[in-house]
């Protein structure tokens, strides 16, 4: 493009810009004359990022950005191009714009900004209902990341916040709980509003719950994201993955009612009570020792509440699911439980564990001292 209608075009946008931002042109002007391409690409980043600018982003990128983009990092001209993307008048046109930015980028040099553009208009085509087209650039996405050795943590974050949003709009709720736990391990939670924290956290304590593979929260349980309920309308869901977590069937009666508050967990409620109850039989042979795990099938209705004609099908869940390792003999109404699933503890199940370990510390201080007694002559010689 002929430099003097870039710079003609440069003193217009200055010219209409707010007065607080028109020494920033004079900025980028002053880089652009001199070729100074990555303090003008830092330049421009900043001032796309200022809200003001809201209405030149589209005619920069375009009519300047787009005349020098050989020249700047990949990564961040695609930055720059999601910026501007913002500001189109509807999400058919904005997908029309990230996909010609996309193509732009498709390079065997920047195939990190080609992701980062294919998951962006991948994330417009869900909100467009386009979910087989989705599938397609996001499972795209994912081959070329799995060949990266290291890529950009803004990339990283971007794809799996997009491919959460796709598994929760297919209902998967294990991979969608997967991929919102990868999204915010690649961020800062500080750049979350406090509404977005909310919301992650209340998508995902319900994905935990209703998701048929997922018995296991200690991932969610100790991540600073769920703290963001407390004090809210949804702090009971916080309690309620606690109270799952510990198999606690008597808050699990206390916060039941709580259930008709989300649809999905509505839905749900006798898989939710299945659930609840492997997980009170996961903490009963939990809280035994090891050499006390044969429990009869009485036993484990009376700490489950399980109808006793259900509980040979309980069990069998339980050892098919991977939570428990043992055998059933059917003909003696008996369980025998070799291993139980590891799992977050709360303070008082760490307390139990401690009353355990006490004892066992006594009962190999009894050994001891009975070993001395019985062989005083051995010990002597």
């Not at 065997?108 to 080609?114: C, G, H, I, L, T």
């Not at 916040?161 to 915010?184: E, T, V």
Request: proline fraction near 3%; include cysteine.
């Amino acid at each position: 493009m002929d430099p003097e209608v870039i710079s003609n075009f440069l003193s217009e946008q200055r010219e209409t810009a707010p007065e607080d931002l028109q020494q920033s042109f004079l900025t980028i002007e002053d880089y652009w004359d001199r070729k100074l391409w990555h303090q003008l690409t830092d330049v421009l980043v900043e001032y796309f990022n200022t809200p003001a600018s809201a209405s030149q982003k589209l005619p920069l990128f375009r009519s300047f950005i787009l005349s020098f983009a050989e020249k700047i990092n990949q990564l961040k001209f695609v930055s720059l191009g999601l910026l501007a993307a913002t500001q189109c008048s509807d999400d058919q046109e904005r997908l029309t714009f990230l996909t010609s930015l996309t193509q732009k980028v498709n390079k065997p040099s920047s195939q990190d900004a080609y992701i980062y553009a294919l998951v962006a208009a991948s994330d417009v085509k869900l909100r467009l209902q386009d979910l087989p087209s989705a599938r397609k650039d996001l499972d795209t996405a994912e081959c070329i990341l799995d060949t990266f050795d290291s890529v950009e943590t803004e990339v990283h974050a971007t794809f799996y916040r997009i491919n959460a949003s796709y598994h929760q709009a297919s209902l998967d709720f294990a991979a969608y709980y997967k991929n919102a736990l990868l999204y915010l391990a690649c961020i800062d939670l500080s750049s979350l509003s406090t509404e977005d924290a909310q919301v992650r956290a209340y998508d995902l304590s319900v994905a935990a719950l209703i998701s048929d593979s997922i018995y296991n929260f200690g991932e969610l349980l100790l991540h600073p994201i769920l703290d963001s309920l407390l004090s809210t309308p949804h702090a009971w869901l916080r309690d309620l993955l606690f109270a799952f977590n510990r198999g606690d069937l008597a808050a699990y009666s206390v916060l039941e009612n709580n259930l008709s508050k989300s649809p999905l967990l509505n839905q749900h409620k006798t898989f939710l009570w299945q659930k609840i109850s492997l997980s009170a039989l996961t903490e009963a042979v939990f809280r035994r020792p090891p050499h006390d795990r044969a429990m009869t099938f009485a036993t484990i209705s009376s700490e489950t509440n399980v109808q006793p004609a259900e509980i040979e099908i309980l069990i069998m869940k339980a050892l098919s699911l991977g939570l428990l390792r043992g055998s059933i003999d059917q003909v003696a109404e008996i369980a025998r439980i070799q291993w139980v699933q590891p799992k977050v503890l709360d303070m008082k199940q760490i307390e139990s564990m401690r009353l355990r370990l006490k004892d066992w510390d006594s009962s190999v201080n009894q050994l001891g001292n009975w070993i001395e007694g019985v062989g005083k002559d051995v010990w002597a010689a």
